[in-house]
């Protein structure tokens, strides 16, 4: 599913606050996301994309400064 830009947000750790982002790509391995700025983002999180029931433990794939990111599902890991 490309070109279709979804609200999401990523949450880093118990108590911090959540981050908001852009799923901008999505498939069943991973996603390309789109942040304000990529700086301080963990290399794992969890993501809930709006109208979605269930949130996916992410890994970081790759980084594109200051505002991208591809990130690979795990689907190991319960999010």
Known sequence: ????????????????????????DISDGGAGLTFVSIAGIPNTFKLEIKGETKGRSCKVAWKKEPHRMGVAFDPEATA
């Open 1 to 24: 599913m490309s070109g279709n830009n979804r609200a999401a947000v990523i949450y880093i750790a118990a108590g911090a606050p959540p981050i908001m982002c852009t799923v901008t």
